[in-house]
């Protein structure tokens, strides 16, 4: 998933939500897009916009009935307004014509995971992987990766562990930075009996997806607890607290942890956690206590950067109390 590095806020995980379904509808057109955009953001638009949208696109539909795009933009309005039925019988249209139009077949497979047929959705998306199999771009194709994780995520959410594992590590060979195929393949891994495997997954979602979601946090408490690691066991849970909007908590549980084997990530917490409180100065002496332990720290030195602070200075080695 495709994140620009910035500073952090509680928005990072609906702008990674936002981009996923961005990729999914992006042929569509750009007004379908937006009210996909707005739905995300929970925002309520109103009737009146999703009306519109799809007063339009049922009227560009009866004027050229074998026009493809306009019955991807009525089906992405249909599916944006919850008409479920109705966008799924766009999608079938379009798939009598075309059985291996991708950008139906993920639209068709999202629409039966929200109506909860599984089953029926991976169909949809291994039409996709199935078309794509040895293909002269596959490595590099963002539909494939997109069909990749969704099989991933099904397989999950019906036990199958092993089969979630093997589509979310090709999901991943395709986009390294997917935070979502990340977080899932940690849970599939830990499922799986392999905790060391998660922590590494997990860690590497939050790299790029810092915050707004919780999940991965919970996840890491887990799996640290199989590995019987205490201090990161009490790490994950104070940042888990962060998330769940108790700074004060996470605040004293990583200070505790700032002279102990968890010293850096606790010192990075508690600089994150200064960032969203908007208390910049705060946040870089945390981050420059961090140069103090490991001084090419890559973390520390990126939110350096990113709020105007040099990664050397005579307050290095200060920090808040």
């Known amino acids: 998933m495709k994140l620009s590095r910035r500073s952090p806020s509680v928005s990072d995980r609906a702008s990674s939500r936002l981009l996923r379904w961005g990729a999914l509808v992006l042929v569509i057109g750009i007004a379908a897009f937006g009210v996909i955009y707005y739905q995300d953001q929970h925002v309520d638009a109103g009737p009146s916009l999703v009306g519109r949208q799809i007063a339009g696109a049922e009227a560009a539909v009866k004027k050229e009935p074998n026009n493809v795009q306009t019955r991807l933009q009525l089906a992405a309005a249909y599916r944006a307004d919850q008409r479920l039925d109705d966008a799924l019988k766009q999608y079938d ?118 915050t707004g979601w919780c999940e991965p946090y919970s996840q890491l408490t887990l799996a640290y607890g199989k590995l019987a690691q205490v201090p990161e066991k009490a790490y994950a849970t104070a940042m888990e607290s962060f998330c769940l909007k108790k700074p004060a908590a996470a605040k004293s549980q990583l200070k505790a942890l700032t002279n102990g084997p968890v010293a850096v990530d606790a010192l990075l917490g508690l600089g994150l956690i200064a960032e969203t409180e908007s208390n910049n100065p705060e946040a870089v002496s945390w981050y420059k206590k961090v140069l103090a332990v490991d001084l090419k720290n890559g973390a520390a030195i990126s939110a350096l950067s990113r709020l105007g602070a040099g990664p050397t200075s005579s307050a290095t080695t200060q920090g808040p109390s």
């Open 93 to 210: 249209e379009i798939l009598k014509a075309d059985k291996i139009n991708r950008t139906a077949l993920l639209g068709r497979g999202g629409v039966l995971i929200d109506k909860g047929d599984l089953t029926a959705a991976a169909v949809a998306y291994r039409t996709i992987t199935a078309e794509a199999r040895g293909g002269e771009f596959a490595g590099a194709d963002p539909q494939l990766q997109e069909a990749r994780y969704f099989l991933g995520s099904i397989a999950v959410k019906q036990g199958k562990t092993k089969e979630a594992i093997k589509e979310l590590e090709a999901a991943l060979k395709i986009n390294r930075a997917d935070s979502d195929a990340l977080y899932l393949l940690g849970v599939a891994q830990l499922k799986d009996g392999a905790p060391k495997l998660a922590v590494a997954s997990l860690k590497q979602a939050l790299l790029f997806v810092p």
